[in-house]
């Protein structure tokens, strides 16, 4: 009896480990825009990217490394912000906003660890802390790191990170 319920622990580790193999495989089979609508935490995100006209950008061969705010984080606004980055007239500061979260290149949870700034798409720096708490992109927690997309890599964080100005 106890060889088998040894077997199936052993056997259902296993099944769950292929499962988790296979999801994360799935996962960098896809781009960035993908990714994140998979992971369904980010349809804020995929709306202001589709909106800035920035999604087929994070849809090409990359590689980059995005800081995404959840649906959540976008939620701490304050009221009406996003509707308003919304309308066509403020396309420029969506885009202005949305590529203040990407960094050019493959930037791992290990690395971002080591950084203490990060030059972001649209050409102005963040600043990258480390403490007990873990790690902040300037004012936003990461709240989980390193989901593998085919042409990057998806950091999660807690708030919308803001350039000076916006």
């Keep these: 009896m106890k060889l088998r319920f040894a077997n199936l622990v052993v056997a259902t580790a296993t099944a769950l480990s292929m499962i ?3 999801t994360s495989a799935r996962a960098a089979e896809q781009d960035i825009v993908d990714t994140a609508v998979a992971a369904g935490q980010f349809k804020t995100l995929a709306a ?4 800035a006209g920035f999604a087929s950008t994070l849809k090409g061969p990359g590689p980059f490394t995005v800081f995404a705010p959840t649906d959540a984080a976008f939620a701490k606004l304050p009221a009406g912000t996003f509707e308003s980055l ?4 403020n396309k420029d500061k969506l885009a202005a906003i949305l590529t203040y979260h990407v960094v050019p290149g493959r930037v791992t949870a290990a690395d971002v660890g080591k950084l203490r700034e990060a030059k972001t798409v649209n050409g102005k720096t963040l600043t990258v802390s480390t403490s007990g708490s873990g790690v902040m992109i300037n004012e936003a927690k990461v709240t ?8 990057g890599v998806i950091h999660v964080i807690d708030s919308v990170i803001l350039p000076a100005g916006n």
Excluded: Y
């Design 86 to 89: 919304l309308k066509p007239e």
């Design 20 to 22: 988790s193999v296979g």
């Design 48 to 51: 202001a990217l589709s909106g």
């Design 144 to 151: 989980a790191t390193g989901i593998a997309a085919s042409n």
